[in-house]
């Protein structure tokens, strides 16, 4: 089975911190996902990335970095935490081809005091 | 720019009736429709999708779901429901064209079933 793992499943940080969120996958997916899901507005994509050391912004990247130095890696990173960054973070992989699913973590609660 | 609508945040149903969980999409080309199922506290987990060919596509759990492209709908069926199917559930979105690796989620409809 493929599996996601994501380093936390919940952060409490404080306002102004850098934060590191990882995300690990073990089927050599060439794509990988950040998104942020907050009651109401469902799934929102952070950023993608389609190759190691590659990235695209997706709908609300502001804010936010990653980093993808290896294939299976994938770190969000809140170079300075705001309360409005708290929110359940999901990491999610998949193949390129299109016609293929998406496998998610577990998720990372992060509250932003 | 693709588009997903959930019309219902809220769906009750009766143990042992069937359940619907509507969709319609908005794409420019061919869609690929999945849905999620989000249980508490955990990640979202794959049911069902659509690529091409029968427009009834059946999941896991016995979950189907109808592709209709006149109405672009992608509504999510079961013929009789359980306790243990409650859960939100999230349709998504991706077109076929070259180069768009985006998937795009709808908002969201939370489940719930009356044991």
């Known amino acids: 089975d493929v599996k996601v793992t994501q380093s936390s499943r919940y952060l409490v940080k404080r306002t102004g911190e850098k934060v590191f969120l990882e995300c690990v996958q073990d089927?050599?997916?060439?794509?990988m996902f950040w998104y942020r899901q907050d009651p109401g507005l469902g799934l929102r994509l952070i950023y993608f990335s389609y190759d190691v050391k590659m990235k695209e912004k997706g709908d609300i990247p502001e804010g936010y970095s990653v980093s993808r130095e290896k294939k299976e890696r994938f770190s969000l990173i809140l170079e300075s935490a705001s309360t409005n960054q708290t929110s359940m973070y999901l990491c999610?992989?998949?193949?390129?081809?299109?016609?293929?699913?998406?496998?998610f973590g577990q998720g990372t609660r992060l509250t932003v005091v | 720019a693709q588009s997903v609508a959930q019309p219902e945040d809220q769906v009750n149903v009766a143990e042992g009736n069937p359940l619907t969980v509507k969709c319609t999409y908005s794409v420019s080309g061919n869609p690929y429709l999945f849905w999620y199922v989000q249980y508490p506290n955990r990640g979202l987990q794959f049911l069902l999708k659509y690529i091409t060919g029968d427009n009834l596509v059946k999941g896991s759990y016995g979950f189907e779901a109808e592709f209709n492209k006149s109405q672009t709908s992608f509504h999510l069926k079961k013929p009789s429901a359980l306790v243990s199917d409650s859960a939100l559930y999230f349709c998504a979105v991706r077109v076929s064209n070259f180069g768009n690796e985006k998937l795009t989620f709808g908002t969201g409809t939370r489940l719930t079933i009356i044991p």
């Open positions: 089927m050599d997916h060439e794509n």
């Open positions: 999610a992989s998949s193949l390129v081809s299109k016609n293929t699913e998406a496998f």
